[in-house]
Each structure stands twice: as C-alpha cells, then as structure tokens.
C-alpha cells in the first residue's frame, strides 16, 4: 500500500516513530517529525496509516 501524509512540516531534519501505547492522546503509538527550524511536530500514528 502507499500514499501521501499531508504533515505540518515541508522540510524535515528528522522523524521517528513507535508503536507502543501511549496513553489516551496515542493509544496505537506515535509518529514525530522535526522541522529545520527544530520545531517537533507530534501524529497519532494510527491516522497516519490509515
């Protein structure tokens, strides 16, 4: 399967991802990105694959 994330960010200096359960904001677990500007940005990981 592919497809496109539309993220806050257009430039990226980094991203990570896991899949541990995070409480109630990201039960399925979470991905971030962090910016040039290092502003990190935070995505509930299970919209991103849906």
């Given at each position: 399967m592919k497809?496109?994330?539309n993220l806050s960010t257009l430039e990226?200096?980094?991203c990570d991802v896991t899949?541990?359960?995070l409480g109630e904001?990201?039960?399925s677990g979470l991905?971030?990105?962090m910016n040039d500007d290092k502003n990190f940005f935070f995505y509930d990981?299970?919209?991103i694959l849906n």
């Open positions: 497809g496109v994330v990226t200096d980094g899949t541990l359960d904001k990201f039960p991905f971030v990105a990981l299970h919209k």
